[in-house]
């Protein structure tokens, strides 16, 4: 396959288990496009085009020709510069890697991380918040998070991968959409009654089990073990941490216990102020299983998919071996 086939099979899936739904994708898509015509020739060629097909500005193809065929990958959460040295040690090792592939953006994908975050104000409305309360409260927080990674190093692996001619891209937000849908359907079919039901549901599916193993799985930081869980809110997808003002209007709207990858010291203490339950189920092992079904639907497809950098590679294809991958343990 090619890398813009793995690019656009990444951007469909995410777009099919978007929280904003396909005809608000399609609105966004249009009022791109409509921004895009309208600049005047010199701005046009600063204006990322990718954005009129691809809602997600985290995820992009960032080095290399999309045309270029691959066979395998190297796939992990986070792809330094030292992830992109063991790709050319793999392969001057005699393990072909034609790509490697970040689920946490880099380069440019990284510098507009702010521009998903957006779609968390739909989350919170089907969950009974009004929109321009989310509206208001997260443009607030998108433009935090814009001036918070402005001055970063952005290109730094990317540089790395250029040097070494290995393409490089990164799939973020379609594969938090992942996550967050899968959750978000394992709750409602299991409708655990405590928070600690929470947590132990949590632990039956594999990725969260081999986290508990290693000690970084499912943890409760708000709320006791024994409160009642009430509404759950999967709160997965979305580029980063939103505003912990929402907290009020969701507890507010009724929403329970939030299940989250990660939470600051803040975010907590608005939390608890208000009641809420916090599971915190784990960062890299949430990606991990974002990114498993992606990664299974581009398996299907012919990639061999090489781990590493915290991945932990369950693989739900019949036959395939479960458990691959980082900190397994050899289960
Ligand atoms: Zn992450």
Redesign the pocket.
């Known amino acids: 396959m090619k890398i813009r086939d793995i690019y656009e099979t990444a951007v469909k899936m995410g777009m099919d288990k978007d929280p904003r739904g396909k005809s608000e994708l399609q609105r966004i898509l249009k009022r791109n496009r409509e921004k895009y015509d309208s600049l005047p020739e010199k701005e046009k060629e600063l204006f990322d085009r990718e954005s009129l097909k691809n809602p997600y500005s985290d995820t992009r193809i960032l080095v290399g020709d999309p045309d270029s065929e691959v066979r395998s990958a190297l796939v992990g959460?986070d792809m330094e510069v030292g992830e992109v040295l063991l790709a050319d040690r793999l392969r001057s090792s005699g393990r072909p890697v034609d790509l490697i592939i970040s689920?946490?953006p880099e380069g440019r994908a990284l510098a507009a991380l702010n521009e998903v975050m957006a779609l968390q104000a739909d989350l919170w409305h089907r969950l009974g918040v009004p929109i321009n309360v989310g509206d208001a409260l997260i443009s607030k927080r998108m433009a935090e998070i814009q001036r918070a990674f402005l001055p970063r190093n952005h290109e730094r692996a990317l540089d790395a991968a250029r040097l070494l001619g290995i393409p490089f891209m990164c799939i973020?937000t379609p594969s938090?959409n992942q996550v967050n849908a899968y959750l978000s359907d394992f709750f409602a079919r299991r409708r655990p009654r405590m928070v600690k039901d929470v947590v132990e549901a949590l632990r039956t599916i594999p990725e969260y089990r081999t986290a508990a193993l290693n000690r970084s799985g499912p943890a409760i930081i708000a709320g006791s073990p024994e409160n009642r869980a009430g509404r759950i809110m999967v709160d997965m997808t979305g580029g980063?941490e939103g505003p912990q003002q929402i907290l009020e209007r969701l507890s507010q709207a009724g929403v329970g216990t939030v299940v989250c990858?990660?939470y600051s010291d803040k975010h907590r203490d608005e939390a608890e102020k208000h009641q809420m339950n916090v599971v915190v189920a784990g960062?890299?092992v949430?990606?991990s299983l974002g990114l498993n079904l992606i990664l299974d639907e581009l398996e299907k497809k012919g990639l061999e998919v090489i781990p590493a950098s915290g991945l932990i590679r369950v693989s739900r294809l019949p036959g395939k071996k479960r458990g691959k991958g980082s900190g397994s343990g050899g289960s």
Do not use: R
Request: aromatic letters at 0%; proline letters at 0%; a negative charge.
């Open positions: 959460i689920h946490h973020h938090d980063t990858m990660h960062h890299i949430s990606d």
